[in-house]
């Protein structure tokens, strides 16, 4: 079969709000201004190394989203398939970078986002079809309700061609919790191609020590159906 793309991802992607050296929030009078996002941020690196890839997402129609779509597009990422809101917002967040023995903190702005109102229905899933891997992470997962049955839909269009599936958990506790997330994602962790996950997720989120031996005895289960 001939692909289209080597890589399509799904996933939300916000603006980056940042102190410069070392402030706290409270006492900037300004802030770097720049976008951020896991999914869209794979697609950029792989379009670099030479890659076709695309980014799906939900964008709302306003000087936010254009800025958004036009940091993607211009590393040559397909942006044909983001589905433009009248309405809504992008998510935001703010980073305030430490100083030691201060930590460097994070505050999330994106309730609401219009990428969190994504559904099944606004995706072209031929289009996903047309590429080697799909990719998308828990953090698209956890941000609502629809965007989980966009994931879950996402993976059984993918596995209706020939298209191979990569799920990375990148675990924001801001969003969801440990638990919350393990019950999510054991399931789709055997319906996926290729499980993305660092050493500090494994054992966090889905119980997991160094021997290999899962605490929670579920997870077992779907992981055994990943390689038959």
């Known amino acids: 079969m001939s692909f289209e793309f080597d890589l399509v991802a799904l996933g939300e992607t916000m603006i980056r709000h940042y102190t410069r050296a070392a402030m706290r929030l409270e006492q900037c009078a300004d802030l770097g201004f720049s976008i951020a996002g896991s999914e869209s941020n794979l697609t950029i690196a792989a379009a670099r190394l030479g890659l076709k890839t695309a980014w799906i997402s939900k964008l709302p129609q306003n000087p936010l989203g254009e800025k958004i779509a036009r940091e993607i597009a211009v590393h040559g990422v397909d942006l044909s398939r983001v589905a433009w809101a009248r309405d809504g917002r992008v998510g935001v967040f703010y980073i305030e970078f430490g100083s030691p023995p201060r930590p460097t903190q994070v505050l ?7 990428a969190s109102t994504l559904s099944p229905e606004e995706i072209d899933w031929d289009f996903v079809r047309r590429s080697k891997w799909f990719h998308t992470t828990g953090i698209t997962c956890a941000l ?3 965007c989980l049955e966009t994931v879950k839909a996402a993976i059984h269009e993918a596995h209706r061609g020939q298209t191979l599936v990569s799920l990375e958990v990148n675990y924001r506790e801001k969003l969801w919790s440990t638990e919350q997330c393990r019950k999510t994602l054991t399931p789709l962790a055997g319906e996926v191609d290729l499980l993305v996950t660092s050493s500090e997720d494994v054992e966090r989120v889905f119980q997991i020590q160094g021997d290999g031996t899962p605490q929670d005895p579920d997870f077992a289960r779907p992981l055994e ?3 038959s």
């Open 108 to 114: 999330y702005d994106r309730k609401g986002s219009a």
């Open 144 to 146: 609502s309700a629809s």
């Open 225 to 227: 159906s990943a390689g």
